[in-house]
């Protein structure tokens, strides 16, 4: 029996190449496409005792810009910022700063008490407290095994 070492480096190139696809291509397709195609941003969601925290990633923008709206069951936070013009004299070399304005919509349980709904944004990061109903809040209790 021969062994022959074939010293392919285009074969490993391809291959590491699938693999490099195939590994991060679902992760980064689906971050690319929520925020550059339909302007999403980026959200965490967490259940607390006495409610949900609802926070958004949103830099560059500013308290003024955001518009939080609640319509019956229908949470909609939105934003739109205008893009600043240049000064008469200056002309610009490169520009990559943008800002999109989105609209993002959650539809809210009956568990969540509507009226004491609060906001916060600080550091980029906007934060929906959504503190549940009084009666939702259940306290833990032991219960009898007859």
């Given amino acids: 029996m021969t062994l022959v070492k074939v010293n392919n480096n285009f074969s490993r190139s391809i291959d590491g190449m699938m693999k490099e696809l195939f ?4 992760s980064t397709a689906s971050r690319t496409f929520r925020e550059d195609v339909l302007n999403f941003p ?3 969601i967490v259940e607390k005792a006495d409610g949900y925290q609802v926070e958004l990633s949103v830099p560059g923008f500013e ?10 069951k229908i949470l909609t936070i939105s934003t739109e910022k205008k893009e600043t013009a240049i000064a008469e004299g200056q002309k610009m070399i490169r520009k ?3 800002y999109k304005s989105f609209k993002r ?3 809210l349980d009956d568990k969540i008490d509507g009226e004491n709904i609060s906001a916060k944004y600080e550091n980029g ?5 959504l503190p549940k109903k009084e009666n939702q809040k259940a306290a833990a209790k032991d219960i009898d095994i007859q």
């Avoid at 990061?125 to 407290?129: K, M, P, Q, S, V």
């Fill in 105 to 107: 919509s959650f539809t």
């Fill in 125 to 129: 990061i906007l934060t929906l407290g």
């Fill in 23 to 26: 590994n991060e291509f679902p």
């Fill in 63 to 72: 308290k003024a810009d955001f518009n939080v709206k609640l319509d019956d």
């Fill in 42 to 44: 980026p959200v965490n």
């Fill in 96 to 98: 990559e700063f943008s």
